[in-house]
Nanobody, 117 residues
Framework: QVTLEESGGGLVQAGGSLRLSCAAS????????MGWYRRPPGKQRELVAT???????DYAESGKGRFTISRDNAKNTVYLQMNSLKPEDTAVYYC???????????WGQGTQVTVSS
């Protein structure tokens, strides 16, 4: 059993910053990719950013230059630093991990981020 616990969401004004954290616990052997997705109101879930075990990153165009993903392998934790937030960043943010040799990814319960104009 693997559990992902997210924290750091909340309400912020446009131009502000938030840092999301996601800690994985349970039967974890080796985490390959860690990442963040989001679901804006009325829309489908979309990629925000991913980070591989070696540290290489990938970002959706919407977050490039504003968001930074990082991970602490010793703590099985992934972070998302979000700066210069915009109202269109409002969404439920989900963290996800892929464990080596596991077929399916694991998902957190989601944390709400609301950016007011």
């Amino acid at each position: 059993q693997v559990t992902l616990e997210e924290s750091g969401g909340g309400l912020v004004q446009a131009g502000g910053s938030l840092r999301l954290s996601c800690a994985a616990s349970g039967n974890i052997r080796s985490i390959a990719t860690m990442g963040w997705y989001r679901r804006p109101p009325g829309k489908q879930r979309e990629l925000v950013a991913t980070i591989a075990s070696g540290g290489s990153t990938d970002y959706a165009e919407s977050g490039k230059g504003r968001f930074t993903i990082s991970r602490d392998n010793a703590k099985n934790t992934v972070y998302l630093q979000m700066n210069s937030l915009k109202p269109e960043d409002t969404a439920v943010y989900y963290c996800t991990i892929r464990i080596l040799f596991d077929v399916n990814p694991y998902w957190g319960q989601g944390t709400q981020v609301t950016v007011s104009s």
